[in-house]
């Protein structure tokens, strides 16, 4: 049996311990949510101060040269670039996850329209993919003709077909935390013909990603779960170069042809012409104090750099997810969790989910009371994010005990923790 002390022996030879001391962790909690909002940077507070008081309060407009706020969308997704396999200048930082997708699913359409024969019409995805993603492709392909039709992950090879057109996949999945083989998937469609977005929600900031190396076509993510950006926090997306240079030789507009993704926006012309590169993917005016708490966030994955870098967080967060499952074995057997997220290391991301039959909505109530913030996913799942930035082995171990408890004395069944607030 693994014990408490085995688990601090493991924080003292973490290479990666240090990083904790950026942030404003709360006293007595154990923040196993990360993977739905990011712990607060210790610097984020002074950031979003000064962008107030000094570039906002004193300096007003001048800011948006004086302070770059202009340039904030290209510095930040550069920066988050760095995370994700991104080249300079293919990363743009703005909008939200919904607004991004339809974006580049919206480019993707776009040019499989021109290349593909009339058959390729349908969009392929999983079904349970995270319902937004879903929703962004139910409107598009109504709006286009082109068909969606959902799978589940194992059903997906047999899909890539040339009636596929766009291939839409988070590569780790926010229910299970199974990760998706983005080269081999992106392979697959390319070859016969078709094009790929990827939402990296679950991803950037939590596994290594290189979209490059990949080959992938589009990609989306948000900046406040594993980037820490604090809630609602600016989004990101990505487009290959290639894609971006046919754009600027054809002249594609993205859909949402607003006046910050135009050519020359301070001319003031009435006709639209688009910017070249990553930079027609932006719309309306970037938000300053946003996208500087999100730098703050960024800055803080990037820390690791030193320390071996997204490789690093990576083996530290098969780590903490081994041991909480195994602990969970362990200690709360018979008490009807069952794991389903992968065992094997390869199809994990940076979660641990378990299924329950009954009471699983009550038994996080249960938990955040004791300190231990996890999430619920309907209609059965206990969802637990294990961020190495921030997380150390002897919290796993707390928690463990704290859900062990949970589930022994049968504290989740009283009445105050089966009430359903607005978000679950």
Known sequence: M??????????????????????????????????????????????????????WGADLITSWNKAGWIHLPQRVGDKIGRLIGARPGETLAADSTSVNLYKVLSA?????????????????????????????????????????????????????????????LTQVNYRTGRVH??????RAAHECGALTVWDLAHSAG????????AEADFAVGCGYKYLNGGPGAPAFLWVHRRHLERMDREQLWQPLS????????????????????????????????????????????????????????????????????RLVEERCTGHGLELVTPRD????????????????????QALIERGVIGDFRAPDVLRFGLTPLYLRFADVWDAVEQLRQVLETGQWREARFNVKAAVT
């Open 258 to 325: 607003g006046w910050m993704g135009h050519a020359a926006p301070f001319e003031f012309g009435p006709d639209y012409r688009p910017a070249p590169g990553i930079a027609r993917f932006a719309c309306g005016t970037p938000s300053a104090l946003a996208l500087g708490a999100l730098e703050c966030g960024v800055d803080t994955v990037l820390a690791a750099e030193p320390l071996g870098g997204m490789a690093a967080l990576r083996r530290k967060s098969l780590a903490l997810t081994g041991l909480f499952i």
């Open 181 to 186: 083989d983005m080269a081999a998937v992106t």
């Open 2 to 55: 693994t014990t408490r002390h085995d688990c601090e022996a493991l924080d003292a030879q973490d290479p990666l311990a240090r990083l904790r001391e950026q942030f404003a962790l709360p006293a007595g909690t154990i923040y196993l949510d990360g993977n739905s909002l990011g712990v607060l940077p210790a610097a984020t507070a002074a950031r979003v101060h000064d962008v107030v008081t000094r570039e």
């Open 108 to 168: 993707a359409l776009e040019i499989v329209g021109r290349d593909a024969p009339p058959a390729r019409q349908r969009i392929v995805s999983e079904r349970h993919n995270f319902p937004t993603d879903l929703y962004i492709a139910q409107s598009l392909a109504a709006q286009h003709g082109f068909t969606l039709e959902l799978v589940e992950p194992d059903e997906i090879a047999s899909q890539i077909d040339e009636r596929l057109a766009v291939l839409m």
């Open 345 to 364: 290391e390869a199809l994990r991301g940076s979660q641990v989910s378990f299924a329950r039959a009954e009471g699983g909505y009550a038994i996080v």
């Open 206 to 213: 939590a596994i290594p990603v290189d979209l490059n190396a």
